[in-house]
Every structure is written in C-alpha cells, then in structure tokens.
C-alpha cells in the first residue's frame, strides 16, 4: 500500500475529528451546557419582547458572549 495514502487518509480523518472537541459541549446536561443554555434563552427573552429596541438587542448580544466566555466557552463555539 503507498504510505502516503495512509498519510493521506489519518490526516483527513483528524481534520474531521478535530474541530469537534474544539467547540463548547451544549448538549450534555453538565455545568457547562446549563450554563451555556442560561445565556442563550436569556438573549432570546430579550430579543421577543415586544417592547425591545434594536440597542437593547445589541446590548444582549454582548451580555450573551460574555456570559459564554464565563461558562468557559469561545463564543464563536457555541452552535445555536
């Protein structure tokens, strides 16, 4: 067998596999993804109130991102 598929293919595979421990684990019922829920459906009450205006929209964005980063999550991980 040529060695450099098999190079090929365990680095294909990593590249697959590696990104998936990067990101910040929401699904689990652990400290985190309580955490990392927390913060998301505290910027959705924000942003469907009817009385919310786009600063204020803005605002929860930011407050949102910061609470991640207080979990231990990049926010840029969290898939929502």
């Known amino acids: 067998m040529n060695i450099r598929a098999i190079v090929t293919a365990a680095a294909l595979s990593l590249g697959m596999i590696g990104p998936v421990f990067a990101g910040c684990d929401t699904k689990d019922e652990d400290k985190q993804g309580v955490c990392v829920d927390k ?6 009450s924000v942003k ?11 605002k929860a964005k ?9 979990c231990g999550c990049e926010p840029a991980s969290v898939k929502e």
Do not use: V
């Open 39 to 44: 913060c998301y459906f505290e910027y959705i």
């Open 48 to 58: 469907n109130r009817f009385s919310s205006t786009p600063e204020s929209i803005e």
């Open 62 to 70: 930011e407050n949102k991102g910061a609470c991640y980063q207080k």
